[in-house]
């Protein structure tokens, strides 16, 4: 991942959103098939020292890659709806995903 500008945020909209699905795919295929991670790991990719402004961003990228069977979001280790999480989620690989 490239970190050229991180400390630029992305501009919101598809530009931003896009980056930060990208961030959350690239972080989770450097770690193990099992493992999770948060949304600040990936606001934190894509926006360095400004990432606070990209957590709900990035919860909602997660939700699209939900959507399209990328991952899956889960609370206290097991799957949950996105549409009606509520606190800290974290973000793990589909099991039926790649």
């Given at each position: 991942m490239d970190h050229g500008d991180?400390?630029?945020?992305?501009?919101?909209g598809r530009e931003g959103g896009q980056q930060l699905e990208a961030a959350i795919l690239?972080?989770?295929?450097?770690?193990?098939?099992?493992?999770?991670?948060?949304?600040?790991?990936?606001?934190?990719?894509?926006?360095?020292?400004?990432?606070?402004?990209?957590?709900e961003p990035a919860r909602?990228?997660?939700?699209?890659?939900?959507?399209?069977?990328?991952?899956?979001i889960t609370q206290g280790g097991a799957v949950v709806d996105p549409a009606t999480a509520k606190g800290p989620i974290r973000i793990r690989r589909a099991k039926h995903g790649r």
């Open positions: 991180r400390d630029k945020a992305p501009a919101p690239e972080l989770l295929a450097a770690r193990a098939a099992t493992s999770s991670i948060c949304p600040s790991d990936a606001a934190r990719a894509v926006g360095g020292e400004d990432w606070r402004g990209l957590m909602s990228a997660a939700r699209r890659l939900v959507q399209a069977g990328e991952v899956e």
